[in-house]
């Protein structure tokens, strides 16, 4: 039988995430990337949001430790300090300082180079795939009626030599900046549709020397509250090795700004003291870097009406977040399982057909993170997009709702933690037992027990 091959073209999460499954599946695997890799955990320049806090959601490290056996240890053991939610994150809600508590859910604070690092040395480790660095896919390559993908063709970086590189299956997974849908009508067919919630976020990043005295938590998250028109939110990530990765977050172009002064009084305006505070008493130890994105991005590859054959896209090339949810590793390892599954039950002996059925997995796959990021973006009112209908409206009340109540109970805030983390799909918060829980909540709350008004001054101790 013939040699069946794949070609992935970018070399971040999802491109390594796609290697590896597609080396269980396929005699052969590519890596094709722009960048020259480094040997070690080092920012590169395809990856540039690298420098900011990443955090690693509940499901995905699960999906990746599936992935990569040994992990979880392996991150620990380096230094990424492993963490349980809840007892050991401060979480500054719209409702309030969620209850600290063992939550017995437990992940690793990572740095996102370290986590690609790994990855990559794991990946490259697999005797059938083979990375083809400082390489740039400038198109598709197809058979003469452009039916079926066959290859990509590729500039060598710093010469000018053309590269033609065939296979059965080319995947891609660069990013948010994918020239698919151009690459797409060069072989005569549509772009796929796109959707956009424009909420024009900014980050600025900074790196902490930890203070001896540091604070008991492990993450210290302020989310942005949008009934109180203060699009503004920050994080600070104990990454281990003594230092705090300090991201402040704005929505709407409220953007962070990246001079001493700005970013400490954009560190006053977010909406609790507590991270101020902490910095005041840290020590800066680089300097401060910004980034802007637009927002969240869905490319519908799924809808598609007429595809080639041989082709699919994953990762942030088919959807990117808004990053201050956390999403897009988790996503695209969603994603990856997705891919195992469907080869499995196609197999690669003959593809055809295959990409549109993959295409809708993916779409489905990352529904609800989309609907998570989105709907909390559309509640500022700078923010572009389509704004939720009448039955959206009402769900969001409820959630509204949820968040006054759920802060100070168990069980509430650990199926929102679980939502969040995608371990749990959003439909979780209206399970019949949890519905019954935020209105007998809500009753004791108009019966004027005080459940509500945490100002955010004081983080809350850790119980039980
Ligand atoms: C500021 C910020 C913070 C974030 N925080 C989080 C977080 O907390 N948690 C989380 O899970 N996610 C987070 N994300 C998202 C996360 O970084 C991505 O979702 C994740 O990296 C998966 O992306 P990807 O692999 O699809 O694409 P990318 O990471 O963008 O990688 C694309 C790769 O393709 C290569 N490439 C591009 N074009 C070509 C070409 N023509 N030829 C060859 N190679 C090419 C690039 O060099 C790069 O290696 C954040 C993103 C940003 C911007």
Same mark, same amino acid.
């Given at each position: 039988m013939a040699e069946k091959t794949a070609i992935v073209v970018g070399a971040s999460m999802a491109g390594l995430l796609a290697a590896c499954v597609l080396s269980e599946h396929f005699d052969r695997v590519t890596v094709v990337e722009?960048?020259?890799?480094?040997?070690?955990?080092?920012i590169r320049s395809g990856v540039p949001q690298a420098r900011h806090v990443h955090a690693l959601l509940v499901q995905g490290q699960h999906l990746l430790e599936e992935f990569f056996p040994g992990l979880s240890d392996e991150l620990t053991?380096?230094?990424a300090p492993r963490f349980t939610w809840c007892?050991?994150?401060?979480?500054?809600?719209? $409702?309030?300082?969620?209850?600290?508590?063992?939550?017995?859910?437990?992940?690793?604070?990572?740095?996102?180079?370290?986590?690609?690092?790994?990855?990559?040395?794991?990946?490259?480790?697999?005797?059938?795939?083979?990375f083809l660095t400082g390489r740039d896919v400038r198109g598709l390559?197809?058979?003469?009626?452009?039916?079926?993908?066959? $290859?990509?063709?590729?500039?060598?970086?710093?010469? !000018?030599?053309?590269? !033609? #590189?065939?296979?059965?299956?080319?995947?891609?997974?660069?990013?948010?900046?994918?020239?698919?849908?151009?690459?797409?009508?060069?072989?005569?067919?549509?772009?796929?549709?796109?959707?956009?919630?424009?909420?024009?976020?900014g980050y600025a990043t900074r790196m902490y020397k930890k203070p001896a005295d540091a604070?008991?938590?492990?993450?210290?998250?302020?989310?942005?509250?949008?009934?109180?028109?203060?699009?503004?939110?920050?994080?600070i990530f104990d990454v281990g090795h003594g230092e705090w990765m300090v991201s402040l977050g704005g929505l709407n172009k409220e953007y962070p700004p990246t001079d001493d002064d700005g970013f400490m009084a954009f560190a006053r305006k977010i909406p609790s003291p507590t991270l101020a505070e902490a910095l005041s008493r840290a020590e800066p130890t680089s300097p401060i870097v910004g980034y802007r994105i637009e927002g969240s991005r869905l490319r519908h590859y799924d809808r598609l009406a007429r595809r080639p054959e041989g082709f699919i896209a994953m990762g942030d090339a088919v959807c990117s977040f808004n990053p201050i949810y956390g999403q897009g590793i988790t996503v695209a390892?969603?994603?990856?399982?997705?891919?195992?599954?469907?080869? #499995?039950? #196609? $197999?690669?002996?003959?593809?055809? $057909?295959?990409?549109? *059925?993959?295409?809708?997995? *993916?779409?489905?796959?990352l529904a609800n993170a989309w609907v998570l990021a989105t709907g909390e973006d559309l509640r500022f009112p700078g923010t572009e997009g389509d704004r939720p209908g009448f039955a959206a409206r009402l769900i969001q009340?409820?959630?509204? !709702?949820?968040a006054k109540v759920s802060f100070n109970d168990e069980l509430l805030t650990l199926t929102f933690i679980k939502v969040l983390n995608l371990a749990a799909p959003p439909t979780t918060l209206f399970a019949p037992r949890i519905v019954a829980r935020v209105i007998a909540l809500t009753f004791r709350q108009w019966r004027g027990m005080p459940i509500a008004g945490q100002d955010g001054t004081q983080i809350p101790a850790v119980q039980g």
């Open positions: 722009r960048d020259t890799l480094p040997d070690g955990p080092e053991e380096s230094g007892r050991d994150t401060c979480y500054f809600t719209p $409702g309030g300082w969620i209850k600290r508590f063992d939550s017995k859910i437990q992940t690793n604070m990572i740095r996102r180079v370290d986590l690609e690092y790994r990855i990559r040395k794991r990946v490259s480790a697999r005797q059938n795939v083979t390559l197809a058979d003469d009626a452009n039916l079926r993908v066959t $290859g990509i063709e590729v500039t060598v970086r710093g010469a !000018q030599d053309v590269e !033609q #590189h065939t296979a059965d299956l080319v995947v891609d997974c660069t990013g948010r900046g994918s020239k698919t849908p151009e690459w797409l009508v060069a072989l005569g067919y549509d772009a796929p549709r796109e959707t956009s919630v424009k909420s024009y976020v604070p008991d938590w492990t993450v210290l998250f302020i989310n942005a509250r949008s009934a109180e028109g203060n699009p503004r939110g920050a994080a390892a969603l994603e990856a399982r997705e891919l195992d599954a469907a080869l #499995h039950r #196609h $197999g690669t002996a003959n593809l055809t $057909g295959f990409a549109g *059925v993959f295409q809708k997995r *993916v779409a489905k796959t009340r409820y959630v509204d !709702q949820y």
